[in-house]
């Protein structure tokens, strides 16, 4: 499966931005599918994931309460709602599915990437 994350932009703290990921395939209904993000100077990080059946989501500490991963299996599509944005959630952020449609917090499970949509956010 092919992955294209979109939305990334600069906002300001407090402000909301939604990502999206739009995978091709007619599989994608049967991966779990995740966001990572990575700072600069700093490793990627675990943000949130999702089932394939969206039934389970699992999130990273960091953002637990803030963000909320979603998906649209008839558009082949993940979302990531990010509300009450820090200048901290700044990053590259990155899509990925994992075929083990369980959902995974770590990144190993992953085993198609995304390109990355920067988010800024300014103070």
């Known amino acids: 499966v092919q992955l294209q994350a979109s939305g990334g932009g600069l906002v300001q703290a407090g402000d909301s931005l939604r990502l999206s990921c739009a995978a091709s395939?007619?599989?994608?209904?049967?991966?779990?599918m995740a966001w990572f993000r990575q700072a600069p100077g700093k490793e990627r990080e675990f943000v949130a994931a999702i089932s394939w059946s969206g039934h389970r989501t699992y999130y990273g500490n960091a953002v637990k309460g803030r963000f909320t991963i979603s998906r649209d299996n008839t558009k082949n599509t993940v979302y990531l709602q990010m509300n009450s944005l820090k200048p901290e959630d700044t990053a590259v952020y990155y899509c990925a599915a994992d075929v083990n449609g369980m959902g995974a917090t770590g990144e190993r499970e992953y085993e198609n990437w995304g390109q990355g949509t920067l988010v800024t956010v300014s103070s």
């Open positions: 395939g007619r599989t994608f209904s049967s991966y779990a």
